[in-house]
């Protein structure tokens, strides 16, 4: 039955461990046990039948004086025979996930020689399993002062980014002479961008909603109380919101590619047809992460992964193959670059050169970050974690705002036509106040 009480402290233990360390037991410095629930399975079996062993052989020929409680396994952990009156502690065990080792588990021992009842349970023994969730109070302050000032970074970035790609899209808007195949893929992509950072806001307004634990086939589950479906549509849509963002990086490397081989652009619907690629894709690899984590992990706001599941693979998957394609655009194109650098019969149009300088720093900085976020291991410090927390905050959020200034802001068609806007305004305006003027001038 303690099994019950111990997916209740999973709960809480899931929000300290996102914060402050991913943990495995693998390395010593990391004190958080994770393991997979078929392996939790087998190693509590086992710890049931040392525990009996112990029982038959180790405590059965000891002598105690006075009253005792009897030795019992609590369904988690073996309890030696215990002094009425007294409290024992052990270090909490090492085959429960998510359990702090460093902790200590304790179990009273009443006057009577029996162990303490739980009121709101209906079990002969209750274990206290919340010390295996204590962390250092020091570590835990300064990580929540880096959470608040990460939290300030990320709404900064994104307010920052909305606003600019608000504008960016306004002039590829309002300009005609902008509206061509090439622009027209980058407004998709402000587009994108913006639709990423505000679901990352609506997302922060949905709470996890509340837990019930239970025991299914001896492993404590947790399930959700009350409706769901607000929080996993509002995750389902992030979802499509990142696979978007780097399908859209991955149409602007395509679309460069086949500017400076000259393939496919001289069709007028193969623009069109990248489009449809770019919002069509990652619907398609949605649907299926959405029908996998209805069907086999239905579990709170789906914003979670289990590690023995890998199902976020889903959505990783294609993003990542889309980074390998582009760096081997990035590396094609950068050949033919200075392949025509140095052939002094060839040149590269001026109206490409500056998306391919805009593209080519695109394409490795998310590229590289993105491969370097699925690879890191979930077993990391506290000090290792919290960098890797700024590093990830500051380009997700600001991400928008260098895609508006690379391809809206110090693009030369957009710098020229905004400019002529201004003369032409300020000309208007210069005129208007001179035929004041006169009239003022004539009537006197």
Known sequence: MNL?????????SNFIISTDGRGCFVDPKIQVVRIPNEQQWILLREAKRNCTYDQLTKWTNTSHKGLMCDSTFDDVMCWPPTAAGKTAAQYCPSYISNFNVTGRATRHCRKDGTWYKH???????WTNFTGCLNRPKGNLLKTFTHLE??????????CLSFGCLSIAVAIMLIFRKLRCPRNTIHLNMFLCF???????????????????????GGTAKLSTVGTTWPCKLVHSVFNYAILASYTWIFVEGAYLHS???????????????????GWGFPVLCIVPWVVVRKTLEDTLCWSTHSPEHKFDWIIRGPIVVSVVVNFIFFINILRTIFSKVNDSTK?????????????????????????????????MDDRTEIVWLYVESIINSFQGFLVAVLFCFTNAEVKKEVHKALVSRSSKKLLHESEKLNKKRRSN
């Open 4 to 12: 019950i009480w111990i997916a209740v402290v999973v709960v809480f």
């Open 119 to 125: 009121p709101d349970i209906n079990v002969t023994g």
């Open 149 to 158: 000032i990460i939290y300030g970074i990320v709404t900064t970035g994104y």
């Open 194 to 216: 913006m639709l990423r950072a505000v679901i990352c806001f609506v997302k922060d307004l949905y709470t996890v909603p509340e837990g019930r634990s239970h025991v299914e």
């Open 259 to 277: 500017l400076i081989f000259k393939t496919m652009t001289e069709s007028k619907k193969f623009h069109r047809y990248l489009i449809v690629f």
């Open 347 to 379: 040149h590269i149009p001026h109206r490409h050169r500056r998306m391919i300088r805009s593209t080519l720093i695109l394409i490795p900085l998310f590229g590289v970050y993105y491969v370097i976020s699925v690879t890191m291991p979930d077993c």
